[in-house]
């Protein structure tokens, strides 16, 4: 099963929006959630990533919000842009392995 | 650096056909994992190598093989093709264990069973 849940499976956003992508998960040692970035034809690549003892990290136009009591976290993508249209990924890790979640495909509109 | 590549990039096997997906990185990793990507599904591990002689199996290891013979090198072993194993395969290295440490990935092998 599953053990990282991940929504939207897509999502359009107009050129200078707001993309937030959520992610729940269910095992407790997790303690590592990254979240990948993948354009067509292309490996993932990290974006981004967030430890469970921090509630925000910000890099750029990109937000990671942590939820640990929820076992949730989100990332947010301000004033979204053509260029940011690709598959994003969350993922967790406790140990040398990822669980991903099944991805959410953003089209950012001109 | 190169990074991680892989080679072929584009393969189509006949069903019960064999054939290994090539992995090298430059980056002196020690890990090294296999994952493939279905649609909708995000990725699956496969296998993954925690340093040169040293394997195990991951989430979704049935029908595959691996070795890890040099610390460069990840080949993976698809004995017997199924349609099941049509997928993109990615591999991927990191320095030391995942737990916050970046899993870099290499451009994929299509591959497609018929």
């Known amino acids: 099963q599953q053990q990282v849940k991940q929504s939207p499976q897509s999502l359009i956003v107009q050129k200078g929006g707001i993309s937030i992508i959520n992610c729940a998960y269910e095992?407790?040692?997790?303690?590592?959630f990254p979240w990948y970035q993948q354009f067509p034809g292309k490996g993932p690549a990290l974006l981004i990533a967030i430890r469970p003892d921090v509630s925000e990290k910000k890099e750029g136009r990109f937000t990671i919000s942590f939820n640990k009591s929820a076992k949730q976290f989100s990332l947010h993508i301000m004033d979204s842009q053509p260029g940011d249209s690709a598959t994003y990924f969350c993922?967790?890790?406790?140990?040398?392995?990822?669980?991903f979640g099944a991805g959410t495909t953003v089209t950012v509109r001109a | 650096n190169a990074g991680v590549t892989q080679t072929p990039k584009f393969r189509i096997l006949k069903i019960g056909q064999s054939m290994t997906l090539q992995c090298t990185q430059d980056m002196n990793h020690n890990y090294m994992y296999w994952y493939r990507q279905d649609p909708g599904m995000g990725l699956k591990l496969i296998y993954y190598s925690v340093g040169a002689g040293i394997t195990d199996k991951g989430e979704v290891p049935n029908g595959y093989n691996v070795s890890r013979s040099t610390t460069e090198d990840f080949p993976l072993r698809l004995e017997l093709a199924a349609p099941s194993q049509t997928s993109v395969y990615f591999c991927?290295?990191?320095?030391?264990?995942?737990?916050?440490?970046?899993?870099?990935f290499g451009p994929g092998t299509r591959l497609l069973v018929l």
């Open positions: 993922a967790a890790s406790n140990d040398y392995k990822l669980s």
């Open positions: 095992n407790t040692a997790f303690d590592y």
């Open positions: 991927a290295s990191s320095y030391e264990a995942g737990g916050g440490e970046t899993q870099y």
